[in-house]
């Protein structure tokens, strides 16, 4: 089944502790995309992948780094983190950077 | 950037009616996507329709790109269509894939 996939859906955590949460996708989808989504703010992109070793910042890109070693892989990290990074996370995928597919969510809370 | 408005924010069915969601938007688009955000935070995707009409069972989309518009039809509404409705765009202008958002139509299907 195509699918965009992430890992953990949800987490807790405390500030300053280091995290990832990974991003895997199945289709070969060349562009690859986080986004944050917070109330009354609605979704904005964090970081961008155009293709394996070739990121650029999105939006809100401040607090977190990303890596695109392979095709299918985009990891978020977070080296610090602090409350005001709580929210619900997307990683996106798309081939040829048109219609996008989203994984699950994940939900994360930072005391 | 890219404006994009929804309209209407809120909607309320009894289950079997129809409705229509609207999304404008400020500028010549390349993509356009619906999704639906389902209560368990899950982004569904519905519809890629830059231009022109699609159906997908109960569900339909018209996008009038020269008139910076798409609308959302859900006929025959049931509970499971609850949820928030996005329209997101992306625009020949902007960079890195990026979808921006609208604001949604959170919709609830009562019996």
């Known amino acids: 089944e195509a699918q965009v996939t992430q890992n953990p859906r949800y987490l807790i955590t405390v500030t300053g502790k280091k995290l990832t949460v990974t991003c895997s996708q199945n289709?070969?989808?060349?562009?690859m995309s986080w986004y944050r989504q917070d109330p009354g703010l609605g979704l904005r992109q964090i970081y961008y992948?155009?293709?394996?070793?070739?990121?650029d910042k999105g939006d809100v890109p401040e607090g977190y780094k990303v890596s695109r070693k392979e095709k299918r892989n985009f990891p978020l990290i977070l080296e610090s983190p602090s409350p005001n990074q709580t929210s619900l996370y997307f990683c996106?995928?798309?081939?040829?950077?048109?219609?996008?597919?989203f994984g699950p969510g994940t939900r994360l809370t930072v005391l | 950037g890219i404006q994009v408005e929804q309209s209407p924010p809120d909607l309320i069915l009894q289950e079997g009616a129809n409705s229509t969601l609207r999304c404008n938007f400020s500028d010549s688009v390349n993509n356009l996507q619906w999704f639906h955000q389902n209560p368990w935070g899950q982004l569904i995707n519905l519809f890629y329709i830059p231009s022109g009409t699609k159906q997908n069972g109960r569900l339909s989309a018209t996008t009038v790109a020269t008139e910076r518009y798409s609308l959302l039809y859900i006929s025959s509404s049931q509970t499971t269509d609850s949820g928030v409705y996005f329209c997101a765009v992306d625009s020949f202008t902007g960079g890195g894939n990026k979808l921006t958002f609208g604001t949604g139509t959170q919709l609830k299907v009562e019996l």
């Open positions: 996106a995928s798309s081939l040829g950077g048109i219609e996008q597919f």
């Open positions: 992948s155009m293709n394996v070793e070739v990121t």
């Open positions: 289709m070969n989808h060349e562009y």
